[in-house]
Nanobody, 115 residues
């Protein structure tokens, strides 16, 4: 039915960059926003960034402008450009779509930032 497939995770040195992609397929109802969450071991899943279908972005304050979210509504794809990565950014990153009735989640992609 509905699939969200993330890609772009991996291992990067501190200060490096990664770009995550999430391609959504299937039938969605009333999409309001697409975004990214992350979860590190022992911590709760937290919002990284989200963007509405109209293009309005929101970011976690702690990111300090290092991350940029973008989307292609026609392709149901959302991206996360991550720059100046820090070891504390290490986490599993999950794609999220907020629909009118429910949320949709991807399986997650691991991002590991070495010191």
């Amino acid at each position: 039915q509905v699939q969200l497939v993330e890609s772009g995770g991996g291992l990067v040195q501190a200060g490096g960059s990664l770009r995550l992609s999430c391609a959504a397929s299937g039938r969605f109802f009333g999409i309001r926003a697409m975004g990214w969450y992350r979860q590190a071991p022992g911590k709760q899943r937290e919002l990284v960034a989200a963007i509405t279908t109209g293009g309005s972005p929101n970011y976690a304050d702690s990111l300090e402008g290092r991350f940029t979210i973008s989307r292609d509504n026609g392709k149901n794809t959302v991206y996360l450009q991550m720059n100046s990565l820090k070891p504390e950014d290490t986490a599993v990153y999950y794609c999220n779509i907020k629909g009118g009735l429910r949320d949709y989640w991807g399986q997650g992609t691991q991002v590991t930032v070495s010191s």
